[in-house]
């Protein structure tokens, strides 16, 4: 079976290979670094050995209760931000029918908690109000306020609706195994509970219950998604040689393109399912490096869609940017491009075509335009599109996050920076404790 692919031949115009090779030793001793636990942040390197520890029993637990949302709801939702929602909504997205939540789909996953929008809340509430639902709130510390306010209108909601008993029976609770606020409730009212292990940071939550449990009630193959971090767990370990590395590859490219001025790094899909895995991907990234004044800049467009927007600035604007292209070498689906009689709109050049042929020039295309306008590219060719080769995905760009991280010599496990809104948020709405700083701010806005 083949596996992922990584191509970083269309950088070669603006950095040289040797450069690349020159990172061998460096990156040697990151990944040692990662694997003896040595580093900054050693006590979140929990994903690290992840998909090799999970076990034929824990997935059938997700399964079983996964099969018991979906017999008993028609609308699961998934309260939580960040790394708490991202992931599997990352994977639900990529994975799932375009337009199945307009058809009969059974359960329709909906996603609360990560915003606080009154119309939004307002009008999830109403969308609710006829139907059976049930809640999985995701919170490794359960006082992320987003996610909590989201809950307490859901859980009056589900019990108002159902009653106390039968609303319970329908609450899932992910976090953390022994504190919180989320798990003092979840004791107190008696829901299932799965944990978020300590040494799991929320970005690289995927592969625990935090992604497992709302991709299984999407009804999605969550073995095959294992299955294919596993996989990846061994292409990018610590012995593959840095030539065949491809994480390690891609994390050297990414820091040599840096150190040459490319300070903002695009994620690019031709597939408009993956906008989440971006979404995702983003957050990896950037909340892994983006600290001590240093880090790349990750942006994400879908095309062809943004070649009509931001393809303008991406041709001629600052040259500060790079490309990655998550590249789908086969469409799932077959659907060809009809002849017309009139050829009014003159496509029957194309007549005859499968549809993806088209979006394959397109892609190929973009590369060789943006190299041209001083956009380095590179690519990682998907064989499919499928929950195996995701796995592959998610396993590849956490390991090169890892060690791109410590490539830039910052701790990639941390995000002290997220604390400033909410301290600030906390005083503005006096929050009790934050009087202090409630008085600092109020005299800072006269
Ligand atoms: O990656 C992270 O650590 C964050 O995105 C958190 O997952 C996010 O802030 C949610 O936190 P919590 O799970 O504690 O509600």
């Not at 990172?23 to 694997?35: D, F, G, P, R, W």
């Not at 820091?255 to 695009?266: A, D, F, P, S």
């Not at 060809?336 to 003159?346: C, F």
Request: glycine share 8%; net charge neutral.
């Amino acid at each position: 079976m083949e596996d992922i692919k990584l191509s970083i031949d269309s950088c070669l115009k603006f950095i040289s290979k040797d450069s690349i090779a020159g990172y061998e030793t460096q990156v040697k001793a990151c990944s040692e670094t990662l694997h003896n636990g040595t580093g900054k942040g050693n006590d979140f390197l929990g994903w690290l050995n992840l998909p090799s520890s999970v076990t034929a029993e824990f997935l059938a637990d997700i399964k079983a209760t996964a099969a018991d949302l979906r017999a008993n709801c028609d609308v699961v939702v998934v309260a939580g931000i960040g790394g708490s929602y991202l992931g599997a909504k990352a994977v639900i997205d990529s994975l799932s029918n375009s337009f199945a939540w307009l058809q009969d789909q059974k359960p329709i996953i909906v996603y609360a908690g990560n915003n606080i929008g009154e119309d939004y809340l307002a009008e999830l509430t109403e969308f609710l109000s006829d139907k059976k639902f049930g809640i999985i709130n995701i919170s490794k510390s359960g006082t992320t306020t987003e996610t909590a306010l989201a809950f307490r209108l859901l859980k009056t909601q589900l019990e108002k609706q159902m009653g106390k008993a039968e609303a319970k029976k329908r609450i899932v609770a992910i976090t953390d195994k022994a504190k919180g606020a989320l798990r003092t409730l979840s004791t107190k009212e008696g829901y299932k509970t799965y944990v978020i292990p300590d040494n799991v940071g929320g970005r690289f939550s995927v592969l625990t219950p935090v992604g497992l449990l709302p991709i299984a009630v999407a009804g999605l193959d969550v073995d095959s998604l294992i299955a294919g971090a596993q996989r990846m767990e061994k292409v990018c370990g610590l012995n593959t040689p840095f030539a065949e590395n491809i994480a390690a590859i891609y994390a050297a490219t990414r820091n040599e393109l840096y150190r040459n001025g490319k300070k903002i790094e695009i994620l690019v899909n031709f597939q408009p399912k993956l906008h989440y895995f971006a979404e995702w991907w983003k957050q990896l990234f950037g909340e892994s490096e983006g600290k001590d004044n240093k880090g790349i800049f990750n942006a994400a467009v879908d095309f062809t869609t943004d070649l009509h927007s931001m393809g303008q600035w991406i041709q001629e604007g600052e040259r500060s940017i790079f490309e990655t292209v998550l590249s789908i070498k086969k469409p799932n689906k077959t659907m060809m491009v009809p002849s017309d009689a009139d050829n009014l709109d003159g496509l029957n050049f194309l007549a005859g075509k499968h549809v993806d042929e088209v979006n394959k020039m397109a892609e190929l295309g973009t590369m060789l335009a943006h190299v041209d306008g001083g956009v380095p590219n590179l690519k990682v060719e998907i064989p499919e599109l499928n929950a195996y080769y995701i796995g592959q995905l998610i396993y590849f760009f956490e390991k090169a996050c890892g060690i791109s991280g410590y490539l830039l010599e910052v701790n990639p496990f941390n995000q002290p920076g997220v604390e400033a809104y909410k301290k600030n948020m906390f005083a503005l709405l006096n929050k009790p404790g934050y009087e202090a700083e409630s008085k600092a701010i109020q005299a800072r806005l006269k």
